[in-house]
């Protein structure tokens, strides 16, 4: 099976044309029209970004036949809003399992039902900071988050701290009357709060590069 990989926003926008031409169609597009309805400079590079989505297991092509661009079952896509940063100052802004349809997002990425595991009420979030580095969770990188306030020992999450008015995403660990907030960064120490004082407000699913 081919593990779910990144896109490239030229790449994301070429797999939202596909289906959506399709949609329309009932047919795949040709490279020219992917070239002209997705403002690429030229065939040659719809070709490179069809061979990268190919490798990656989102299409399978023919190239002996014309249009013969089919897309894989396995990777349909979604959009999840972009609630923001992780940042000290302000909780993430999610919405309640009320409001969450009812509501529009100003920022939303597509992405494959692999990454959010088919889970509901999923929500991205932009990485600032390098505390968890050693996670491969850079600064700048786009994590993808399930809205829940359930965790186990070694979930990393989004964490509220009420005490301190900030919001930090780190590994959490239950320590009796306290919570560990452990950094994937040898260089940082833990976090710990008094459980009272913690609240998950999400859960790490999959991480999306800067470039998402």
Known sequence: ??????????????????RDFIR??????SIRDIQDGCGISSTSVVDYNLKALERLGYIRRDREVSRAIELVGRTRTRTVPVLG???AGQPIPVPSADTWAQQEFEEEIEVTD???RGKDNVFALRVKGTSMIDALVNDGDLVLMEQTNSWDDGDM???????RQET??????SEGSRVRLQ?????????YARAEDVE?????????????
């Open 114 to 116: 692999q990454m959010t």
């Open 157 to 163: 999450v989004a964490v509220w701290l009420k005490d």
């Open 200 to 212: 998950v407000q999400g859960k790490v699913l999959y991480r999306l590069g800067p470039g998402f």
């Open 183 to 191: 950094p994937a960064n040898s260089a940082m120490e833990p976090i």
């Open 24 to 29: 329309d169609h009932d047919y795949p597009p």
């Open 168 to 173: 930090t995403l780190k590994k959490i660990y």
């Open 1 to 18: 099976m081919t593990t779910a990989k990144s896109l490239s926003a030229k790449q994301q926008a070429i797999l939202r044309f596909i």
């Open 85 to 87: 940063q992780i940042a």
